[in-house]
């Protein structure tokens, strides 16, 4: 167990920790109450880990992604307290019971401005690609604790976190298990009751479904899915994003997700086209601007 409280140099122990269980991060403090502990739990047939933080950023930007190996998920579970959670235009308040599916191959960020406690599991990628369809996972945006979904796979979880000896088999059972249980909540996006998760939701199902598109707009998202386009600007503001920047997100995502399912073996002038982009230097610019490489230099990583 590896606690920091609040001085600079404990806070940069503190994300050093978070770097060695967990991979490539970067942190800000927010404000003067910081506090954070680390914890691997579950064996070596589990990478998971225990985590208690108050007070701070915790993120990954394009330059902690480049030095990555194999670009896996986390799935996080929230134990304790509340955090925030941002990816892909998404933006969703964790609390106690909410599990989030996250893919550390894109930016993203959770803060931290009280106490919480969560659980963090990494999934490997090939599980996820053998289990869920990639373009239509819904990341940033959480399990709600009062489904059934959430209860079945956080006590699957905090049960595999009680046992230090777990081996690579029984392990592998659990990521299987795991990935299958959460597998109808993260392809339909269920996100609570209330209507503007319904809006969202539809919006970008019909978005991801006519991401080819080129003049995927409000007005034809809002004629799609019934509403007003006044509505749909509020939904995504609620979210801290606006329409097009979700559309270019999406399609920014799901064109890398081809490149790497193809291995790299691909036209990327086809790609962009495929994926809504009617100019070139456009794509390239954006692409680089959120991967940290441009494209050319994707495709032949993923070779």
Not at 24 to 50: T, W
Not at 146 to 166: C, D, K, M, R, Y
Not at 275 to 291: E, L, M, Q, V
Request: charged share 20%; aromatic share 8%; proline share 4%.
């Amino acid at each position: 167990m590896l606690p920091c409280s609040n001085s600079g140099a404990q806070f940069e122990s503190w994300i050093s920790n978070i770097n060695a269980i967990c991979g490539p991060f970067a942190a800000d403090p927010m404000g003067d109450e910081f506090s954070g502990v680390i914890e691997k739990v579950g064996g070596s047939g589990l990478n998971m880990s225990k985590v208690s933080i108050q007070g701070a950023n915790l993120f990954r930007t394009a330059k902690e992604i480049r030095k990555c190996g194999v670009p896996d998920f986390f799935c996080v579970f929230q134990t304790e307290g509340e955090s925030f959670v941002e990816q892909a235009g998404n933006r969703s308040s964790m609390e106690t019971g909410d599990i989030v599916l996250m893919d550390s191959a894109l930016p993203f960020r959770f803060s931290y401005p009280r106490e919480a406690r969560q659980i963090s599991l990494i999934l490997p990628r090939d599980i996820i690609e053998r289990v869920l369809s990639l373009s239509r996972i819904e990341l940033g945006v959480k399990i709600p604790a009062n489904s059934h979904i959430a209860s079945f796979a956080s006590s699957l979880v905090t049960e595999a976190s009680l046992h230090q000896n777990l081996d690579l088999d029984e392990g592998a059972a659990i990521l299987d298990s795991l990935a299958t249980l959460i597998k109808p909540s993260v392809l339909k996006s269920v996100s609570g009751s209330d209507p503007r998760d319904r809006v969202f939701r539809d919006a970008s199902e019909f978005v991801k479904a006519n991401i080819g598109h080129q003049g995927l707009n409000a007005d034809m998202v809002a004629n799609a899915i019934g509403v007003s386009v006044r509505s749909l600007y509020r939904v995504f503001s609620a979210r801290s994003t606006t329409l097009s920047e979700f559309v270019k997100a999406q399609r920014l995502e799901m064109c890398a997700e081809y490149i790497r399912a193809h291995r790299g073996k691909t036209n990327l002038t086809e790609a962009s086209y495929r994926f809504g982009f009617c100019s070139s230097s456009y794509f390239s610019t954006a692409f680089k601007r959120r991967f940290g490489h441009t494209p050319s230099e994707f495709k032949k990583l993923c070779a």
